[in-house]
């Protein structure tokens, strides 16, 4: 059924042109942490009243700090925003202003050829001839803060994102492109991508959800303040690990996510969407996770499918076949379907001719970060479950 499965150790931090694909970067195996759900410590959160731009801070029994505010999106001088000046490290990662502080910021490389992008838009228009007219199929292609945030003396080192996305959405047929290229830009001064970390904030992922869903033609929670706001403190994530540059260390990331506050009921499946995962638990979100983990605090990870049902009523019903990139989205879908499938290419083991019909998808999103389209082996996982 699939041809060239992504074995394990795709999540261990592999430095590829399709690092932003593998995994969450927890562990070997793409799950958690050493501590399995079921022992995890739990959270307690305070609810308080106060200032938007004060922060209460919620005592845990893991070494991490949670805390609840009124919601604001984090806005920073364009003055602070754009690095100026970079230099290499290991792996191809350029370092932007190392030593100016908070201002620090680690770039993934990408690069591109024009035929993959291609292969790529042609797999996801079989989806769609696959599905038939009933179906919709949209195509994410997320970019990375490298697209962004190069200082003008690097400025050309790397491919450019937004030629790689118009390249993927001239190739795609009855697949809707969903190009985030004007929206991230519209935002470049609010904290919507980390620095330590290969991934976005969810706050990027936001912006990304509330355009997917407009295209979409569904409802969205488009005010903040609609969401619970949780803050974790000293987030120095993958591009450390990727670098051993100190500096990152020195200056970890804020990472703010938002819970839905909707009902909805969520259960993790196994690879093969025959068996509850009881282990995952039935929480959407990991509040205990720490450190280079933050970016697992929704889903926990890569391996299992989730179904999300919701209190939307709209019968709607949202598959979204993602890499790792694509897991900060999941929560402000919420708000939007009556019933969400999260499905990752990478370890799924299901057909998917099959698993759209029997979860009566009428929606499929391909929200997978840019480079997962460019990278061969990615696209024949994407390939390989289809039918």
């Not at 228009?125 to 919709?136: C, E, F, Q, T």
């Not at 492109?177 to 991934?199: C, G, K, Q």
């Given at each position: ?59 845990t029994t893991a070494e ?148 997917f869903c407009e295209e ?172």
């Amino acid at each position: 059924m699939k041809k060239n499965r992504i074995p394990a150790a795709c999540a261990a931090l592999i430095m590829c042109a399709a690092v932003t694909g593998c995994g969450n970067d927890i562990s070997s195996n793409g799950g958690l942490s050493p501590l399995t759900v079921t022992e995890s410590p739990a959270v307690t959160t305070v609810q308080t009243t106060v200032p938007p731009e004060t922060v209460t801070t919620v005592e845990t029994t893991a070494e991490t700090t949670v805390a609840t505010t009124k919601n604001t999106a984090v806005t920073i001088p364009e003055e602070d925003v754009f690095p100026k000046t970079g230099e290499w490290a290991s792996n191809n990662i350029v370092i932007a202003d190392r030593y100016e502080g908070d201002k620090i910021r680690a770039l993934l490389p990408f690069y591109s050829t024009d035929s993959i992008g291609q292969w790529y838009a042609e797999v996801l228009s079989d989806y769609k001839k696959m599905l038939g007219s009933d179906v919709n199929v949209y195509n994410m292609s997320i970019p990375l803060a490298s697209q962004f945030y190069m200082p003008p003396n690097m400025a050309d080192v790397f491919a450019d994102q937004d030629a790689g996305i118009k390249n993927i959405g001239s190739a795609l047929v009855d697949v809707k492109n969903i190009d985030l290229i004007d929206t991230m830009t519209a935002h470049l001064n609010e904290y919507i991508y980390s620095r330590t970390d290969h991934h976005w904030q969810p706050l990027g992922a936001y912006y990304a959800a509330q355009k997917f869903c407009e295209e979409a033609g569904v409802d969205f929670v488009d005010d903040l303040s609609k969401y619970e706001k949780c803050v974790k403190e000293g987030f120095c994530g993958t591009m450390y690990s990727f670098t051993s540059v100190k500096e990152l260390a020195d200056h970890p990331d804020t990472f703010t996510y938002y819970k839905p506050q909707n009902d909805y009921t969520i259960d993790y499946y196994n690879d093969t969407f025959t068996a509850v995962d009881e282990n995952m638990g039935h929480s959407l979100f990991f509040d205990w996770v720490s450190g280079v983990g933050c970016y697992s605090a929704f889903l926990g990870g890569d391996l299992d499918i989730a179904e999300i049902k919701t209190d939307v009523g709209n019968g709607r019903c949202v598959v979204l076949i993602k890499d790792s990139y694509g897991n900060a989205l999941v929560p402000f879908l919420v708000g939007s379907f009556e019933k969400i499938y999260v499905v990752d290419f990478r370890y799924a083991d299901v057909k998917m001719s099959d698993f759209l019909v029997k979860v009566g998808a009428t929606d499929v999103l391909f929200g997978m970060s840019i480079s997962s389209g460019y990278t061969p082996g990615q696209i024949e996982c994407i390939e390989g479950i289809m039918q």
